[in-house]
């Protein structure tokens, strides 16, 4: 499994900080009306990249956690090679006393 290293939510907002970055530039606003626009842009972009890193390793555990059961799956699925060839021996019936 390959996960991306660029998620969409990363880039939406890049694309949205990008965007409101040039809008507070562009329009004439206040100097507070400039801040909080600067802000808000940073918080949004903050916890969007925060959400794609989470969502990410969440991945990568979750594909981890995958193959280690199958691995095992496969151990408890497996015969030895002596069962596998008809060379195994039979138990031994122990007497009781």
């Not at 890049?14 to 842009?41: E, I, K, N, P």
């Not at 151990?75 to 090679?81: A, F, G, L």
Request: charged share 5%; proline share 4%.
């Amino acid at each position: 499994m390959t996960t991306p290293n660029i998620t969409r939510a990363q880039l939406v907002a890049l694309v949205a900080g990008v965007l409101q970055t040039l809008l507070a530039f562009g329009v004439h606003l206040s100097a507070f009306q400039q801040h909080v626009v600067l802000a808000d842009t940073g918080l949004v972009a903050t916890l969007l990249i925060a959400d794609g890193v989470i969502r990410q390793a969440r991945a990568k555990n979750a594909y981890a956690i995958a193959s280690a059961a199958q691995l095992v799956q496969t151990r408890n699925t497996t015969q030895t090679p002596a069962a596998a060839a008809g060379t195994a021996q039979a138990p031994v019936q122990v007497a009781q006393p």
